[in-house]
């Protein structure tokens, strides 16, 4: 991993959510909807795309993003709309490490922000089920901002919003090229995907975890 240019340590943990504490993954859902994992595959790289879904996190209705694709793919209507009315159902859990992590920062008074790429009133439905998503002291949510990552722009008003020090900051996201636009803002930042240990990453970078 290259290392950011900064050389000061960070002092406060900025999260993801979808794959860093969430197991958030379409596939969840679509398992019980289609008999086929050839049929699912094509269901969700033609009709209920990754890039159909990302223009809800930067905040389209999803009343409207069914009706177009509704238009389009008529013989699937069942399937489409289960994406929006069965969505609790495409987060199979939590990463309980990294939860218990986020507590342990927590408890010993650690700053911890998110900036997280999702649909606003899917993430309202989500903080309902894991109390801990209300905890952080500060949000960027994009279906709110209308900004996705990796864009410059959301990275820049987490800072912005709560007076922080890009080099301050230690960024933790599933998406390398998320975790690429947080350093190019001057973060330092983790790519995590399993088996990754986030503890023992946030340790080598001077937290008490």
Same mark, same amino acid.
């Given at each position: 991993?290259?290392?950011?240019?900064?050389?000061?340590?960070?002092?406060?943990?900025?999260?993801?959510? &979808?794959?860093?504490?969430?197991?958030?993954?379409?596939?969840?859902?679509?398992?019980?909807?289609?008999?086929?994992?050839? /049929?699912? #595959?094509?269901?969700?790289?033609?009709?209920?795309?990754?890039?159909?879904?990302?223009?809800?996190?930067?905040?389209?209705?999803? /009343?409207?993003?069914?009706?177009?694709?509704?238009?389009?793919?008529?013989?699937?209507?069942?399937?489409?709309?289960?994406?929006?009315?069965?969505?609790?159902?495409?987060?199979?859990?939590?990463? #309980?490490?990294?939860?218990?992590?986020?507590?342990?920062?927590?408890?010993?008074?650690?700053?911890?922000?998110?900036?997280?790429?999702?649909?606003?009133? $899917?993430?309202?439905?989500?903080? $309902?089920?894991?109390?801990?998503?209300? &905890?952080?002291?500060? %949000?960027?949510?994009? =279906?709110?901002?209308?900004?996705? $990552?990796?864009?410059?722009?959301?990275?820049?008003?987490?800072?912005?919003?709560? =007076?922080?020090?890009?080099?301050?900051?230690?960024?933790?996201?599933?998406?390398?090229?998320?975790?690429?636009?947080? $350093?190019?803002?001057?973060? @330092?930042? %983790? @790519?995590? %995907?399993?088996?990754?240990?986030?503890?023992?990453?946030?340790?080598? @970078?001077?937290?008490?975890?």
């Amino acid at each position: 991993m290259r290392e950011n240019v900064t050389a000061q340590k960070p002092t406060t943990v900025v999260f993801d959510i &979808g794959n860093v504490l969430l197991r958030w993954d379409p596939r969840n859902l679509y398992r019980k909807v289609f008999n086929d994992e050839a /049929e699912m #595959e094509w269901f969700l790289s033609t009709v209920c795309t990754n890039q159909w879904n990302l223009e809800q996190d930067r905040g389209r209705d999803w /009343e409207e993003a069914v009706a177009l694709l509704v238009k389009d793919f008529p013989d699937h209507e069942t399937s489409i709309r289960a994406f929006h009315d069965r969505w609790e159902e495409t987060v199979s859990g939590v990463f #309980e490490e990294n939860v218990a992590v986020l507590g342990r920062l927590r408890e010993a008074g650690v700053p911890n922000y998110c900036i997280t790429n999702f649909s606003a009133p $899917k993430l309202d439905l989500s903080k $309902k089920r894991y109390p801990f998503l209300e &905890g952080f002291d500060g %949000i960027i949510v994009s =279906g709110d901002e209308r900004l996705l $990552k990796p864009e410059p722009a959301i990275y820049q008003l987490l800072l912005s919003r709560y =007076g922080l020090e890009a080099g301050d900051c230690i960024f933790i996201d599933d998406s390398k090229a998320n975790v690429e636009g947080a $350093k190019a803002v001057g973060m @330092h930042a %983790i @790519h995590f %995907i399993e088996p990754v240990d986030l503890a023992a990453e946030l340790r080598q @970078h001077g937290f008490a975890v």
